[in-house]
Nanobody
C-alpha cells in the first residue's frame, strides 16, 4: 500500500492550493479516505473524510466551507481543494486510508503547506 502526497507550497492568506494523493498497491475505490494535518509543534489534526464512493464527506469545523475533499477512483487519486487559506492552516498535510474512526493502513509522506504573507 502506497500513498504519495503532493501539491503543497507557500501561499498568501486568502489564497488557494490543491493537494493530491496518488494511491497504489490496493483497491483505492473500496476504501474511505481522509486528510490529516500537523501544525508545527502540535499533534495531528483530522481535516476531512470521504467515503469510498464519494457520497459522504465530512469536515472539521476549522475548514468547513473552505476546503473540499474529493476523489477520482479511476485515477486512484484523492484531492483536497483548499480555498481562503489562513495562517493557521499552515502545517504538513497527510492523506491516509480509512475514515477518522479507523486506524489507517497507510499514510502518505506528507506535503508542506505554508500560509504566510
Amino acid at each position: 500500500v502506497q500513498l504519495a502526497d503532493s501539491g503543497g507550497g507557500l501561499v498568501q492568506p486568502g489564497g488557494s492550493l490543491r493537494l493530491s494523493c496518488a494511491a497504489s498497491g490496493f483497491t483505492f475505490s473500496s476504501l474511505d479516505m481522509r486528510w490529516v494535518r500537523q501544525a508545527p509543534g502540535q499533534g495531528r489534526e483530522w481535516v476531512a473524510d470521504i467515503s469510498s464512493g464519494s457520497r459522504r464527506r465530512y469536515y472539521a469545523d476549522s475548514v468547513k466551507d473552505r476546503f473540499t475533499i474529493s476523489r477520482d477512483n479511476v485515477k486512484n487519486t484523492l484531492y483536497l481543494q483548499m480555498n481562503s487559506l489562513k495562517t493557521e492552516d499552515t502545517g504538513v498535510y497527510y492523506c491516509a486510508t480509512g475514515s477518522r474512526y479507523s486506524d489507517p493502513r497507510a499514510w502518505g509522506q506528507g506535503t508542506q503547506v505554508t500560509v504566510a504573507s
